[in-house]
C-alpha cells in the first residue's frame, strides 16, 4: 500500500478535480468494469464530499480510515468529508456511484437529506449489506436518478431531490436497522453537536469546558449528558478523536511523531507519546510497527 512520504501533505480531493467523478455540487457515474484509476486515488487521501457507491459486483479491497473492506456482490459503500481513504489497486467493478458537496446538502431543496442516519453516519460505518429485494430496489431507483441526471430541464434538480429523498431515507432505514442506532431527543442532538464541533476543533481544543463554551451549555451540564447517551465520559469522546486522527497518520503517512504531535495541538512529541500510551497500550512507534507489519 502506498503511503505520504515525509513533509508531504495529504492530499485532499474536491469533486471539481476528481479524476473520474468531477463535478460541480453533484455528480453520477456508471461504473462498468476496469475503470482508469489515476495514481493519486491509489494513495492516502481525502476527499471534501459525500462519496455513495453500489457494487452491483466486482473485486479489489479499500481502506476508509483504518478499515479495509473488500468489494462486495450488492453492497452499498459510503464515506463522508475529510475521512482518509485509500485504494491498494485498480480493480474491476461493475454498478454505480454518486457525490455531492456539502454545499449541495445546503440547498433548500435538499436540507432534509443531511439529517439522515447515512449522512450524519453517527456509527462511523462505512458498508450497508443488502439482501436482494434492497439490492433490486436500490438499482431501480438509481437507474431513474441516472436518467434524471442526464436529462437536463427545468424540472432536472427536483426529481433528482424527489428521487434522491427516497433512496437515502431507504438506505438510512437499513443503516438504522444494521447500526441499532437508538433513538433521538434533545439529549441526544447535543451528543450529536458535540461530536461535530470535536470533529471541527479536535486539533486546537483539548478541554470539555473549551466545547462547552462552544454549545452555550456549562461543563458540568455537558458531560452528565454525555455520559448518559454514550455511557463514556466528555473527555473520552475528545480523547477518541485524537487517537483515531493520530492512527490514520501513523498507518498512512511517514510523518515523523513530532510532527503529528505538533498536527495535533500537542505541546511536545514526549506528552504526546504519554498519551497515545495511555490511550492504547502501544507507544506511537509500536502502533505503526504492528500496523505496517501487519497490512504492509
Known sequence: MNLIQNEQPIPVHSLSDDPILAGELFSMIRMEGTLSYQSELLVPHRKAYYLMVFAKTGTGRHWVDMRPYTIRESAFYFSGP????????????????????????????????????????????????????????????????????????????????????????????????????????????????????????????????????????????????????????????????????????????????KEIAYDLGFSDASYFNRFFKRETDLTPAEYRASIREMYH
Open 82 to 257: 475529510n475521512q482518509l481513504i485509500v485504494k491498494e489497486e485498480a480493480k474491476p467493478i461493475w454498478g454505480t456511484a454518486f457525490a455531492f458537496t456539502a454545499e449541495f446538502l445546503a440547498l433548500q431543496d435538499n436540507a432534509s437529506l443531511g439529517r439522515l442516519p447515512l449522512i450524519r453516519n453517527p456509527h462511523n460505518a462505512h458498508e450497508l449489506l443488502l439482501n436482494e429485494a434492497d439490492a433490486a430496489f436500490t438499482e431501480d431507483l438509481l437507474d431513474k436518478i441516472y436518467k434524471e441526471y442526464n436529462d437536463p430541464g427545468e424540472w432536472q434538480q427536483r426529481m433528482l431531490t424527489a428521487y434522491l429523498t427516497v433512496l437515502l431515507t431507504y438506505l438510512s432505514r437499513l443503516y438504522t436497522e444494521q447500526f441499532e442506532q437508538d433513538a433521538t431527543g434533545t439529549d441526544k442532538l447535543v451528543l450529536k453537536k458535540y461530536h461535530a464541533k470535536i470533529d471541527e476543533h479536535f486539533r486546537e481544543m483539548h478541554q470539555v469546558s473549551e466545547y462547552a463554551s462552544l454549545l452555550n451549555v456549562s461543563a458540568g451540564h455537558l458531560s452528565e449528558i454525555v455520559k448518559v447517551q454514550s455511557g463514556r465520559p466528555a473527555i473520552a469522546h475528545i480523547h477518541e478523536r485524537l487517537v483515531m486522527e493520530a492512527r490514520r497518520m501513523l498507518f498512512h503517512t511517514e510523518y515523523s511523531l
